[in-house]
């Protein structure tokens, strides 16, 4: 369904009561895709708020699921724009929702910029949002962020896996059965998004064990298949140095 003509926003049911709002925008050449993932329960969760500047659209989009002011629980993978900048017009319009994210990224982060204190998640805490329980996983610096973690739906098996496999491109399905790897690999050859952490494959082969079926992804389409698999394909790929840079970022010689 598409919720706004003028930015294209659209929002889809990725899985059971799991609805992926994406926002293309053109920040890269062929555009680039912003998704919040809404989780409709007992207490309503959102991973991810989008851009600050996007925050009216985005409420619009979770209008068409739910009251906005149901919504519970706003959190993010990580401290960035795109994660949680229009946080706190979001819970100007949920006064019921607390934020979350990481301990340290409450730590550093997140209580001094949110407007209402937030809950600091440790690294395997389970909590219920009504008849599905979630489960917060701590993975610093994979891809980026000291405070980077991703969360996992025990009920659908969805990993919310934030900036893992980002796929350029602004007309992406909501969900793919085709490999997404290809795709990332080709945007971390060409951004570096990745910290180059020693804890990488670790931290992957964690992800991998949860037996994800369905990736839901922050930037491109959402990839519905064995999971596991897929992830440890990326580990392959990062140990293998394969997405090595052949020239420097686009970001740094834009
Ligand atoms: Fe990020
Ligand atoms: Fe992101």
Redesign the pocket.
């Known amino acids: 369904m598409i919720t706004n003509q003028e930015t294209g926003t659209r929002v889809d049911e990725v899985a059971a009561g799991v609805y992926r709002i994406c926002t293309p925008l053109d920040v890269i050449p062929g555009g680039f895709t912003f998704n919040s993932y809404l989780i409709a329960d007992d207490e309503p969760l959102l991973f991810h708020t989008g851009y600050r500047k996007l925050s009216s659209i985005t409420l619009e989009a979770i209008s068409k699921v739910m009251p906005v002011e149901k919504l519970r629980w706003i959190g993010g993978s990580h401290f960035?724009g795109?994660?949680y900048g229009a946080l706190n017009d979001l819970l100007a319009a949920a006064p019921e929702a607390t934020p979350f994210g990481a301990e340290i990224g409450v730590l550093t982060s997140l209580n001094d910029f949110a407007a209402r204190p937030a809950r600091g998640l440790g690294d395997g805490e389970e909590f219920a949002i009504g008849s599905r329980r979630m489960k917060w996983l701590y993975t610093p610096h994979v891809p980026h962020g000291w405070d980077c973690g991703i969360l996992f739906d025990l009920f659908t098996q969805t990993l919310l896996c934030?900036?893992l496999f980002t796929q350029p491109g602004a007309n992406l399905a909501p969900v793919t059965e085709s490999e997404v790897l290809t795709a990332s690999e080709g945007m971390r050859g060409m951004m570096d998004y990745y910290a180059h952490a020693t804890s990488t494959s670790a931290t992957l082969e964690r992800l991998a064990g949860l037996g994800p079926t369905l990736l839901a992804c922050?930037?491109g389409s959402a990839y519905r298949g064995d999971g596991a698999a897929l992830i440890r394909e990326l580990a392959a790929a990062i140990e293998s140095g394969s997405a090595k840079l052949s020239q420097p970022p686009r970001a740094l010689t834009a």
């Open positions: 960035e795109d994660e934030g900036d922050q930037h």
